[in-house]
């Protein structure tokens, strides 16, 4: 039976499902946003930009759920050579600042554009700057590269999972699937 909180072998079920939930989300932004920045303006692509900007607060929702879930939680051992350790550490903290950053840049550039964010329509979020068009333009900026450099990491990331899975053949990814 899988377990609701990590051991020092293994992670749980809360661990595991935050995972893979915020990356189905993440991939699935990334590739929307690609793809409706292409599009001629129209109502289709606000659409698109709704629905990209109401996901993109649920995965800050998500992620401060997530970094709280794993303040309170231990994480298990990684049986690795020192540098790989170093590195596997390093790139989960740098995916906690694109789940941070990325959201917030999106709501920066709505806020500067003057545009309500609406959560859903649940609720509307406050605007977190005044409406400027070179602030919009500068975060936009800021936004777009810290996604692409979200890719590249997405990419070193499934990497170095298949490697430890074929190459290495240890439980590195097992652990984060079951």
């Known amino acids: 039976m899988m377990q609701i909180r990590n051991s020092k072998n293994h992670f749980g079920i809360i661990a595991i499902s935050l995972h893979w ?3 189905i989300l993440i991939i699935g932004l990334l590739a929307l946003g690609l793809y409706m920045v292409t599009l001629p303006i129209n109502l289709q692509k606000l659409k ?3 629905w990209h900007k109401e996901y993109g607060f649920l995965v800050l929702f998500l992620a401060i759920f997530r970094i709280v879930w794993r303040l309170g939680n231990q ?3 990684l049986a690795l050579p020192l540098l790989e350790r170093i590195a596997a550490r390093s790139m989960h903290w740098a995916f906690y600042v694109f ?9 920066l550039i709505t806020s500067s554009a003057g545009l309500p964010a609406s959560f859903f329509g649940l609720f509307t979020l406050p605007n977190l700057v005044a409406a400027d068009e070179h602030n919009r333009a500068l975060f936009e900026w800021v936004h777009q590269w810290l996604g692409y450099a979200l890719i590249a990491a997405i990419a070193l990331h499934t990497a170095a999972a298949l490697k430890h899975h074929f190459i290495n053949k240890d439980d590195i ?3 984060m699937l079951s």
């Open 75 to 77: 994480m298990p051992d």
């Open 99 to 107: 789940m941070f950053a990325m959201p917030i840049t999106g709501w």
């Open 21 to 23: 939930i915020i990356a």
């Open 48 to 50: 698109l930009y709704g």
């Open 173 to 175: 990814l097992r652990r």
